[in-house]
């Protein structure tokens, strides 16, 4: 019983203070774990810009991505969750927004705890 208290008592902990560590690291920082992590292959930071050879982006933009789950209870995991294991293309609401059908799991490319960090940031952003 006491380990279950432990271990929910430092989730809860932990999805406190993940936006704060965001703001900790800079934009540059963030952006350069992106491109290390591969994230920018298909997915911009800003709204609007186009996919390869003028078609739409492959992934959304982040600024969307931040639209779409601000306020949103469990984003955070759930979003991070979506970068390790990759994505469903039969739920995906991006569709007709997006090139790509869906997102591939991640988890030899990034950190659970680097992709949680970036999560964070990306939930951050404004549009």
């Not at 739920?91 to 997102?103: A, D, F, Q, T």
Request: glycine share 8%.
């Amino acid at each position: 019983m006491k380990l279950t208290q432990t271990v929910a008592a430092s989730a809860l902990c932990l999805a406190m203070i993940a936006p704060a560590m965001a703001d900790t690291h800079s934009a540059d920082d963030m952006k350069k774990l992106a491109l290390q992590s591969g994230c920018l292959t298909c997915h911009s930071i800003e709204s609007g810009k186009p996919g390869p050879n003028g078609q739409q982006p492959i992934g959304p933009a982040w600024e969307d991505v931040s639209v779409q789950y601000a306020g949103k209870p469990g984003a955070q995991d759930f979003l991070t969750r979506v970068v390790l294991e990759g994505s469903n293309p039969y739920s995906s609401h991006w569709k007709g927004k997006v090139s790509g059908l869906s997102m591939p799991p991640n988890a030899v490319a990034i950190t659970e705890g680097n992709a949680r960090l970036l999560v964070s940031w990306i939930l951050s952003l404004k549009k």
